[in-house]
């Protein structure tokens, strides 16, 4: 049995090499929308069941379909009037489904990485070779829809295996979203020995994760993402740090709710010391000033 993690060394967080953001920022903030898509039949796995009700699960799908039909573009709109730079956990399926959402993003910059192909088909129970597969072939339609090359993943579903790390580092990936452990970029050790790293990525600032397990309201939400940055921008001054905000179009687009996130942006976006970053661009930073091995 392990003990713990392997992936990391044990590093105190006031007790490291200084970290320092382009311009002398003091937080690198990104925002993470998760542009999903979901089956309304997917392959069953045993480990999970897809949808909470027996089949047709018509409530499950079709709050998840207003994400891709009004909820995304809402969001979209809501960020244009920011500086702020997005790196989308995309569900690669949504290229062939919806690709009008993703030339949307395009159309602004976006960064796209992998978030597997389906967020109804999981990472549990696959064998090296199926796993493999699967990152492969998110990783081809990426390159294929957007012209990007991948270099991030976030497992399906937040769905991992013992090798998913690894499996994407020897695929030609950078960094990994799927740790949760730390408010800096940390080095991650990695079975080829590639250079690869862990980009910040919140659970507790993630809108599905507050409005539907912590339940709680809009305005609270946009209190906790103002002193989630307060905290962040403070600690910052003497090492950077790094502000993630994932979002999903059928969460924060929601009418009730997307003015709590836009007024946290303005709070935000109303300090000098943030670097607006993509997470390629936290991480090849990170990669070429601090990585020393992991």
């Given at each position: ?7 990391y ?10 970290i ?10 990104w ?15 045993p ?24 909820g ?27 690709p009008e ?21 999981y ?23 957007t012209?990007q090359h ?46 690869f ?5 919140s ?21 906790m ?10 600690e ?51 990669l ?7």
């Amino acid at each position: 049995m392990k003990p713990a993690l392997d992936y990391y060394e044990d590093a105190p967080y006031f007790q490291r090499p200084r970290i320092e953001w382009p311009g002398g920022k003091r937080l690198a903030l990104w925002i993470a929308p998760n542009l999903e898509f979901y089956e309304l039949d997917p392959p069953a796995n045993p480990q999970r069941a897809a949808w909470p009700r027996p089949f047709p699960d018509i409530d499950g799908y079709g709050t998840r379909d207003y994400g891709n039909r009004v909820g995304a573009e809402r969001l979209m709109r809501v960020l244009d009037g920011y500086p702020t730079r997005v790196s989308v956990s995309l569900s690669t399926a949504l290229c062939i489904h919806h690709p009008e959402i993703i030339e949307m993003g395009l159309n602004r910059d976006w960064e796209y990485f992998s978030h597997g192909i389906y967020n109804t088909r999981y990472a549990y129970g696959m064998d090296e070779a199926q796993e493999r597969e699967m990152i492969a072939e998110s990783m081809a339609l990426i390159a294929e829809h957007t012209g990007q090359h991948c270099d991030g993943y976030l497992a399906p579903a937040l769905t991992h295996t013992e090798s998913s790390l690894d499996l994407f580092a020897e695929l030609g990936g950078l960094y990994t979203c799927d740790l949760f452990h730390d408010d800096q970029p940390t080095p991650i050790r990695t079975r080829s020995g590639a250079r690869f790293v862990s980009v910040p990525y919140s659970l507790e600032m993630n809108d599905t994760i507050v409005y539907v397990v912590n339940k709680i309201e809009p305005r609270r939400y946009g209190e906790m993402l103002k002193a989630h940055f307060d905290r962040l921008y403070q600690e910052g001054a003497d090492s950077g740090t790094v502000m993630c905000i994932p979002l999903h179009p059928y969460q924060v687009s929601h009418p009730h709710r997307i003015a709590a996130f836009r007024d946290a942006l303005d709070y935000i976006c109303g300090h000098d010391g943030v670097w607006h970053a993509t997470a390629r661009e936290i991480a090849r930073h990170y990669l070429d000033r601090y990585w020393h091995g992991a």
